[in-house]
């Protein structure tokens, strides 16, 4: 398998301390280049990675030696950067959420089945092997039919917010952290219907964006989900399994260090207590193998492409659950 080249477009925090260093490590890929407004920033990355830079991105997108790119802008630009990427026969690999909008990701969905090109959501979080044993205590029985899923994530006030401030650029909670919790409920329960039951999707007085989100939703299967989401809040990353014949819940879910080492919280029938170690990892190298596999495999993209799809509408659903009630 030859390496696919990589190109990152957008060099903030996220990206120069996370994304180019998993592109350069794993297996399959190269760091070819990275595009940013920046000179300086993209100067920085030149003398640590040895790679191609651009300041215009139709420089980028025109260079036929990039295979992929991926989406590291603000949320609010998604869309359009993805379609520019797809027009120029790239893969798309895009930072969470795809787009701030369903009709722009069925769009990029589209468009990326017309062209045979693999698109993929940065759901980080959903590679590590954290993830991987909590769908386990699913599979294998152990908690018997799930009751109810409780997921909150929630982060302190940014000291440099950037866009996640910005409503044009698709600043806001819901879009920032609450997809997380969306997301996990599709990944536990690939095979079931949800259906919002009831939302809220709020701003706190003197926010430009909305802070603080809830849901109810149904699960196909029987299970209710419980999602809470905020932003400028003492920081919580969790989720707790609650079935007929056990729970199990976890920390840190969504966003940990690469030597962070999860820990399983499980309750038996009785209540008794017992805790398990699982195994650290780099849950962005996981992802980018994946990403990867795409690539090759239409099956695995067009698996892929699914999972975007009911991300994206599940999202919807939401924002409208929210306006009616508000309506109300």
């Known amino acids: 398998m030859s390496p696919a080249r990589v190109a990152v477009w957008g060099l903030g925090h996220h990206a120069v301390a996370n994304i180019l260093p998993a592109v350069a490590a794993t297996e399959g890929l190269e760091l070819y280049g990275v595009c940013s407004r920046s000179a300086e920033v993209v100067a920085d990355c030149l003398r640590a990675w040895a790679c191609r830079g651009w300041r215009e991105p139709g420089e980028m997108l025109q260079d036929p030696a990039v295979d992929a790119v991926y989406v590291a802008t603000p949320i609010g630009l998604h869309a359009a950067h993805g379609r520019l990427?797809?027009?120029?026969?790239?893969?798309?690999?895009?930072?969470?959420?795809?787009?701030?909008?369903?009709?722009?990701?069925?769009?990029?969905?589209?468009?990326?089945?017309?062209?045979?090109?693999?698109?993929?959501?940065?759901?980080?979080?959903?590679?590590?092997?954290?993830?991987?044993?909590?769908?386990?205590?699913?599979?294998?029985?152990?908690?018997?039919?799930?009751?109810?899923?409780?997921?909150?994530?929630?982060?302190?006030?940014?000291?440099?917010?950037?866009?996640?401030?910005?409503?044009?650029?698709?600043?806001?909670?819901?879009?920032?952290?609450?997809?997380?919790?969306?997301?996990?409920?599709?990944?536990?329960f690939p095979g079931e219907?949800?259906?919002?039951?009831?939302?809220?999707?709020?701003?706190?007085?003197?926010?430009?964006?909305?802070?603080?989100?809830?849901?109810?939703?149904?699960?196909?299967?029987?299970?209710?989900?419980?999602?809470?989401?905020?932003?400028?809040?003492?920081?919580?990353n969790e989720i707790d399994l609650w079935g007929e014949n056990g729970s199990v819940s976890t920390q840190r879910i969504f966003s940990k260090p690469a030597d962070y080492v999860p820990q399983f919280h499980r309750r038996d029938a009785r209540g008794a207590q017992t805790t398990e170690d699982g195994r650290p990892g780099n849950h962005f190298v996981h992802m980018l193998r994946a990403f990867r596999?795409?690539?090759?495999?239409?099956?695995?993209?067009?698996?892929?492409?699914l999972r975007i799809v009911r991300r994206a509408q599940t999202m919807h659903m939401i924002r409208a659950a929210a306006g009616a009630r508000q309506a109300h």
């Open 85 to 188: 990427v797809l027009g120029a026969g790239k893969h798309l690999w895009c930072e969470k959420p795809l787009t701030a909008a369903l009709d722009d990701t069925l769009g990029l969905v589209g468009d990326s089945q017309r062209r045979n090109a693999s698109l993929c959501e940065g759901f980080m979080y959903l590679y590590h092997p954290q993830f991987e044993r909590l769908r386990g205590y699913l599979s294998d029985g152990t908690l018997g039919a799930i009751r109810s899923l409780t997921c909150r994530f929630g982060i302190p006030q940014l000291e440099r917010p950037g866009f996640r401030d910005d409503p044009a650029l698709g600043g806001g909670a819901l879009l920032d952290v609450g997809c997380y919790p969306v997301s996990a409920i599709h990944a536990l």
């Open 193 to 236: 219907d949800v259906r919002v039951a009831c939302a809220a999707v709020e701003a706190r007085s003197g926010a430009g964006v909305d802070t603080d989100g809830q849901a109810l939703v149904v699960l196909s299967g029987g299970a209710r989900a419980y999602l809470e989401w905020r932003t400028g809040c003492a920081y919580r």
């Open 293 to 305: 596999g795409t690539i090759d495999d239409p099956a695995a993209a067009e698996d892929e492409r």
